[in-house]
Protein backbone atom coordinates (compact mmCIF):
# COMPACT_ATOMS: atom_id res chain seq x y z
CA UNK A 1 0.00 0.00 0.00
CA UNK A 2 1.33 3.46 -1.01
CA UNK A 3 1.42 5.30 2.49
CA UNK A 4 1.74 8.73 0.31
CA UNK A 5 -1.66 8.21 -1.36
CA UNK A 6 -3.15 7.25 1.89
CA UNK A 7 -1.98 10.14 3.36
CA UNK A 8 -3.05 12.43 0.65
CA UNK A 9 -6.40 11.38 0.90
CA UNK A 10 -6.42 11.94 4.85
CA UNK A 11 -5.49 15.12 4.00
CA UNK A 12 -7.91 15.59 1.16
CA UNK A 13 -11.00 14.67 4.14
CA UNK A 14 -10.04 16.89 6.76
CA UNK A 15 -9.73 19.88 4.26
CA UNK A 16 -12.85 18.78 3.01
CA UNK A 17 -14.24 19.27 6.50
CA UNK A 18 -11.99 22.38 7.95
CA UNK A 19 -13.53 24.20 4.38
CA UNK A 20 -17.24 23.60 5.79
CA UNK A 21 -16.48 24.67 9.09
CA UNK A 22 -14.39 27.60 8.10
CA UNK A 23 -16.98 28.07 5.41
CA UNK A 24 -14.35 28.28 2.82
CA UNK A 25 -16.38 27.65 -0.19
CA UNK A 26 -14.09 27.84 -2.80
CA UNK A 27 -11.53 25.97 -0.65
CA UNK A 28 -14.63 23.38 -0.98
CA UNK A 29 -15.32 23.06 -4.41
CA UNK A 30 -11.35 22.53 -4.69
CA UNK A 31 -11.57 19.03 -2.77
CA UNK A 32 -14.55 18.29 -5.36
CA UNK A 33 -14.88 16.60 -8.83
CA UNK A 34 -17.34 18.42 -10.66
CA UNK A 35 -19.69 15.64 -11.10
CA UNK A 36 -19.64 14.80 -7.29
CA UNK A 37 -22.36 13.74 -5.33
CA UNK A 38 -22.99 13.83 -2.01
CA UNK A 39 -25.91 11.85 0.33
CA UNK A 40 -26.11 13.34 3.68
CA UNK A 41 -28.78 10.76 6.03
CA UNK A 42 -29.69 13.90 8.14
CA UNK A 43 -33.02 13.58 9.84
CA UNK A 44 -32.97 17.42 10.04
CA UNK A 45 -34.17 18.48 6.84
CA UNK A 46 -37.17 15.24 7.53
CA UNK A 47 -35.44 13.35 4.86
CA UNK A 48 -31.72 12.09 3.55
CA UNK A 49 -30.58 14.68 1.05
CA UNK A 50 -29.13 13.85 -2.03
CA UNK A 51 -26.72 16.44 -3.99
CA UNK A 52 -25.44 15.78 -7.52
CA UNK A 53 -22.57 17.94 -8.69
CA UNK A 54 -19.81 20.25 -7.48
CA UNK A 55 -22.03 23.47 -7.96
CA UNK A 56 -25.47 21.82 -6.07
CA UNK A 57 -23.16 20.56 -3.18
CA UNK A 58 -20.75 24.29 -2.69
CA UNK A 59 -24.42 25.85 -2.86
CA UNK A 60 -26.04 23.87 -0.53
CA UNK A 61 -23.65 24.42 2.07
CA UNK A 62 -23.34 28.21 1.30
CA UNK A 63 -26.89 28.83 2.00
CA UNK A 64 -27.52 26.54 4.62
CA UNK A 65 -24.51 27.24 6.55
CA UNK A 66 -23.97 30.53 6.64
CA UNK A 67 -22.42 32.66 9.45
CA UNK A 68 -25.81 31.69 11.88
CA UNK A 69 -24.66 28.23 11.97
CA UNK A 70 -21.44 27.34 13.70
CA UNK A 71 -20.11 23.75 12.55
CA UNK A 72 -17.63 21.44 13.57
CA UNK A 73 -16.91 17.91 12.21
CA UNK A 74 -14.28 15.23 12.81
CA UNK A 75 -13.77 11.92 10.88
CA UNK A 76 -11.19 9.64 12.89
CA UNK A 77 -10.63 5.75 12.24
CA UNK A 78 -9.83 6.17 8.18
CA UNK A 79 -9.91 2.69 6.61
CA UNK A 80 -8.97 3.55 3.07
CA UNK A 81 -8.64 1.46 -0.12
CA UNK A 82 -6.86 2.21 -3.37
CA UNK A 83 -6.80 0.83 -6.06
CA UNK A 84 -5.52 2.77 -9.11
CA UNK A 85 -6.78 6.41 -9.36
CA UNK A 86 -9.96 5.55 -7.62
CA UNK A 87 -10.33 4.71 -3.88
CA UNK A 88 -12.51 4.21 -1.41
CA UNK A 89 -13.00 5.15 2.59
CA UNK A 90 -15.48 4.80 5.46
CA UNK A 91 -14.35 6.96 8.17
CA UNK A 92 -15.97 7.30 11.83
CA UNK A 93 -17.42 10.94 12.37
CA UNK A 94 -19.55 13.39 14.86
CA UNK A 95 -20.46 17.27 14.60
CA UNK A 96 -21.95 19.43 16.32
CA UNK A 97 -24.29 22.49 14.93
CA UNK A 98 -25.23 25.31 17.00
CA UNK A 99 -27.30 27.69 15.31
CA UNK A 100 -27.66 30.38 17.38
CA UNK A 101 -30.47 32.12 15.49
CA UNK A 102 -32.93 29.18 16.23
CA UNK A 103 -31.75 28.44 19.56
CA UNK A 104 -30.70 24.61 18.64
CA UNK A 105 -27.75 22.57 19.16
CA UNK A 106 -27.66 19.54 17.32
CA UNK A 107 -25.21 16.67 17.70
CA UNK A 108 -24.86 13.42 15.94
CA UNK A 109 -22.71 10.74 14.57
CA UNK A 110 -22.17 8.47 11.92
CA UNK A 111 -20.07 6.86 9.31
CA UNK A 112 -18.90 8.48 5.89
CA UNK A 113 -18.64 6.31 3.16
CA UNK A 114 -16.85 8.12 0.10
CA UNK A 115 -15.31 7.70 -2.62
CA UNK A 116 -12.22 9.18 -4.62
CA UNK A 117 -10.68 10.04 -7.99
CA UNK A 118 -7.48 11.11 -8.94
CA UNK A 119 -7.70 13.67 -11.40
CA UNK A 120 -4.61 15.33 -12.97
CA UNK A 121 -2.45 13.88 -10.15
CA UNK A 122 -4.99 15.43 -7.41
CA UNK A 123 -7.23 13.22 -5.37
CA UNK A 124 -10.43 14.96 -5.38
CA UNK A 125 -13.95 13.58 -3.60
CA UNK A 126 -16.17 11.88 -6.10
CA UNK A 127 -18.49 10.81 -3.56
CA UNK A 128 -19.45 11.74 -0.36
CA UNK A 129 -21.79 10.50 2.44
CA UNK A 130 -23.33 9.06 5.56
CA UNK A 131 -26.02 7.55 7.47
CA UNK A 132 -26.30 8.72 11.29
CA UNK A 133 -25.71 6.64 13.91
CA UNK A 134 -27.51 9.27 16.20
CA UNK A 135 -28.75 12.67 15.91
CA UNK A 136 -29.96 14.95 18.65
CA UNK A 137 -31.23 18.47 19.22
CA UNK A 138 -30.50 20.20 22.61
CA UNK A 139 -32.76 23.64 22.78
CA UNK A 140 -30.22 26.38 24.09
CA UNK A 141 -32.86 27.32 26.35
CA UNK A 142 -32.73 24.27 28.32
CA UNK A 143 -29.14 24.69 28.85
CA UNK A 144 -29.52 27.83 30.87
CA UNK A 145 -25.40 27.71 31.51
CA UNK A 146 -24.59 27.90 28.26
CA UNK A 147 -22.63 30.94 26.93
CA UNK A 148 -21.30 31.23 23.86
CA UNK A 149 -17.99 32.99 24.53
CA UNK A 150 -16.37 33.12 21.11
CA UNK A 151 -18.10 33.07 17.35
CA UNK A 152 -15.90 33.59 14.63
CA UNK A 153 -19.29 34.46 12.41
CA UNK A 154 -21.06 37.00 15.12
CA UNK A 155 -20.51 40.73 13.87
CA UNK A 156 -17.90 42.44 15.72
CA UNK A 157 -18.27 45.58 17.48
CA UNK A 158 -16.85 48.81 16.11
Known sequence: MDLVVLEEIKRLKHRYLRCVDTKDWDGLADVLTADAVADYGTPT???PLRLEGRDAIVGFMRKQLGPGLITTHFATQPEID?????ASGTWAFQDTVIAVEHGVVIIGAAFYEDRYRRE????RIAHTGYQRTYEATLKLADLPSFRLTANRWAPQPA
Do not use: F, H, I
Open 82 to 86: VDGDE
Open 120 to 123: DGRW
Open 45 to 47: YGR
